[in-house]
């Protein structure tokens, strides 16, 4: 027992020394040529494998520092916290607010998943549609499908305005007037315009819009999944009572007055 005690201590070392290393170089560590004896010391440290370089590369859950889109990299080798490149590709698309075409979907993950893309929907775990002779895949929900779908028809249809391109050209003036549009909305408004010009810009836009309005991109994201995907609670905007009175009863009180 002391020795599996000490054998795990000196792979978690390696690990979070090197922060990522291979089969071999764990077994080194280990000083062993047993396959199944590594993975169970990694299956006790809870660990994670790269999604890039055909899972070479293994690190700790605890070491990794995904971003919003679940993923984490170090010296170019790239870590999803939902496992595989299937698994990573199937939970982008299911989470997306207009489905991916692969050349976005690489631009996400860095690595090539056209046989990923193409293997999730023979198996019926995708959808997919041609959008301007591009395959675009969707989530295999039918609401959620549907969702996506309509939202990847108006951004097709759309003239793309990048809101942080159009704020360079121009003036202190109109850096200004946005900064103050902003900060006269509360805060559930200003969460939803940000998720809003996020989406316009795509990919990147969450951090781009973040700096620009000193938010986090995690509130970003946020207000851009709510924003489109009908998760917006509308509340009243006057109190019970306000606004105009009913025409009948003005009627009423005029009739009232003229019987006086």
């Known amino acids: 027992m002391a020795s599996e005690k000490i054998d795990e201590s000196i792979l978690e070392k390696l690990l979070k020394d090197n922060k990522i290393a291979t089969l071999s170089e764990l ?3 280990l000083n062993t040529n047993s396959t199944m004896t590594v993975f169970r ?7 994670i494998s790269s999604y890039s370089h055909r899972g070479k590369y293994y690190s700790l859950f605890d070491i990794a520092d995904f971003d919003h889109y679940g993923r984490w990299s170090h010296q170019s080798v790239w870590f999803s916290r939902y496992g595989n490149l299937i698994e990573t590709a199937k939970d982008l698309i299911d989470h ?6 692969v050349k976005e979907m690489e631009s996400i993950l860095h690595v090539e998943v056209k046989h990923t893309l193409l293997n999730l929907y023979k198996k019926q775990r995708v959808e997919r549609e041609k959008f301007d002779k591009v395959y675009v895949y969707f989530a295999i929900d039918k609401k ?6 309509l939202i990847r028809k ?3 249809a759309d003239i793309h305005f990048d809101l942080t391109c159009e704020i360079d050209k121009h003036s202190h003036e109109l850096k200004a007037a946005i900064i103050l549009f902003f900060s006269l909305l509360d805060e559930k408004q200003r969460r939803l315009y940000a998720g809003l010009e996020s989406f316009k810009i795509g990919h990147g836009g969450d951090k781009r819009i973040a700096d620009l309005l ?14 489109f995907t009908d998760n917006v ?17 003005k009627r009423q009180k005029s009739s009232k007055k003229l019987k006086d």
């Open 41 to 47: 010391k990694l299956k006790e440290l809870e660990y």
């Open 144 to 149: 959620r499908f549907k969702n996506q779908r």
């Open 27 to 29: 077994k080194t560590s």
């Open 233 to 249: 609670e509308i509340e009243r905007t006057r109190k019970k009572g306000a606004g105009r009175k009913p025409v009948e009863k």
């Open 154 to 156: 108006d951004k097709v």
């Open 214 to 227: 000193g938010l986090d991109a995690h509130t970003v994201a946020k207000g851009r999944v709510e924003l």
């Open 96 to 101: 997306s607010t207009a489905g991916y075409s």
